[in-house]
């Protein structure tokens, strides 16, 4: 019998001021979060938007210390769960691969390889799948494991989403509970699940299970904490000119404020850890939203961490994962090329035979404009809100 590893995956995240642009500039550099129809302007547009970004998303990381706690408790977790295994019986070293900062999943890759590990289970930290996260994640593995024969000997099995686990379930159906327990009027407080955005074309024309997988998160939930609360779904962090899912967060806060809900209790559901989009984007930007919006109650369930029964189920999910036949890269959800935060359709570039000599030369020109607007602080982009 070889050793054992667990690879958990993550998106990474700024540990200080200094990270925020490398940090945003190799999120942009993705294709599973901005894809291009040509893929030169890939890292050109990702150092604009990261440059031009940066200063805004550090005062939002200064608002929380200066950086992302995401390494942190993310190694707390593995500490944590390697413990659980070892209490079970099974010895495993664990990994963490970051998708965007420091540790790098080609970092733990290398580290698997010195390790000498011949069986991986490769477990996404997101409880929901979405290209834009564990597809991402996965996606670049594949890519190492095509170019490594070391790799290819490793028996590895990936575990593509976890949303309606009984044990994960119920861990967040207890720490709603007690969150609701604490407020003045317990059974009238409003449970307001705030999710993670996607783009819509990302469901809509990729086949992104994301949504599917978040409203059958809300409904186990729900069903296992048994209380007479309303509930609402929407989504937070959107980011460019297209139309992401809705309702979103903000608009959904100023609704239930014109109908009058005094109190409501946010629910975190596509995140297992805390970080900028909860500490910042939830407690300090969606607070005000609502006390704008007349709601004078506002609560927040503390996301997971090292909970000892959430982390009890990540062990068991390796365990069986183990047990069970492996599944392989090939076989989980891949994009569609035509995933797009941009408009992708040939002719809304303008990609007709007649057009096709001008492109290179107004693609130049497009960014040269974008240069521009980036050093004088207008242009279109800057009215979109993406810069
Ligand atoms: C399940 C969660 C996430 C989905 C889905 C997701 C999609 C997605 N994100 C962006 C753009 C940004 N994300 C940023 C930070 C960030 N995103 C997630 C999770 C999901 N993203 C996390 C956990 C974090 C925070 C990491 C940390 O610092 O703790 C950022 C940077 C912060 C900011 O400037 O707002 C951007 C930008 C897109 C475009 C996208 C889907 C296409
Ligand atoms: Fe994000
Ligand atoms: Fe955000």
Request: aromatic share 10%; net charge negative.
């Amino acid at each position: 019998m070889g050793r054992v590893g667990v690879l958990l995956l993550n998106l990474g995240g700024p540990e200080q001021p200094s990270d925020v642009r490398p940090f945003l500039y190799n999120l942009f550099s993705d294709p599973e979060i901005i894809r291009l129809p040509f893929s030169w302007l890939q890292k050109p547009l990702a150092w604009v938007i990261a440059t031009s970004r940066a200063k805004r998303s550090q005062e939002n990381y200064k608002e929380i210390g200066g950086g992302s706690p995401l390494r942190r408790i993310t190694e707390e977790q593995a500490h944590a769960l390697a413990e659980n295994l070892r209490a079970k019986g099974n010895d495993a070293q664990v990994y963490i691969g970051m998708r965007y900062w420091h540790p790098f999943t080609e970092e733990a890759v290398d580290r698997i390889k010195a390790d000498d590990i011949s069986d991986l289970v490769i477990l996404p930290l997101y409880p929901q799948f979405s290209i834009s996260t564990s597809g991402s994640s996965f996606r670049l593995l594949e890519d190492l494991w095509t170019q490594d024969e070391a790799l290819k000997q490793i028996n590895y099995t990936v575990i593509p989403s976890w949303y309606d686990r009984p044990g994960y379930v119920q861990a967040m159906a207890h720490l709603l509970a007690q969150e609701l327990d604490q407020c003045e009027n317990p059974h009238e407080a409003v449970i307001f699940f705030s999710a993670h955005g996607v783009p819509v074309s990302y469901v809509e024309e990729a086949g992104d299970p994301y949504q599917q997988e978040i409203e059958g998160c809300v409904d186990a939930i729900l069903k296992t904490l048994q209380r007479p609360n309303d509930h609402v779904l929407a989504y937070q962090s959107r980011v460019g000119p297209v139309e992401w899912l809705q309702p979103y967060t903000e608009d959904m806060l100023q609704e239930l404020g014109n109908q009058g809900v005094k109190e409501i209790v946010v629910v975190p559901i596509s995140f297992i850890s805390e970080h900028i989009e909860t500490l910042q984007e939830i407690d300090i930007e969606y607070r005000e939203v609502a006390e704008e919006a007349g709601i004078q109650n506002f609560r927040r369930v503390p996301a997971l961490n090292t909970n000892p029964e959430f982390i009890d189920d990540l062990a068991n999910m390796v365990i069986e994962a183990r047990q069970q036949t492996p599944i392989h890269f090939s076989e989980v959800m891949r994009p569609q090329n035509n995933v797009k935060l941009y408009p992708q359709e040939r002719w809304e570039w303008g990609l007709t035979n007649a057009a096709e000599r001008w492109n290179g030369r107004l693609a130049m020109i497009g960014f040269l404009a974008l240069m521009l607007e980036l050093f004088s602080g207008h242009g279109p982009l800057h009215s979109l809100g993406l810069l």
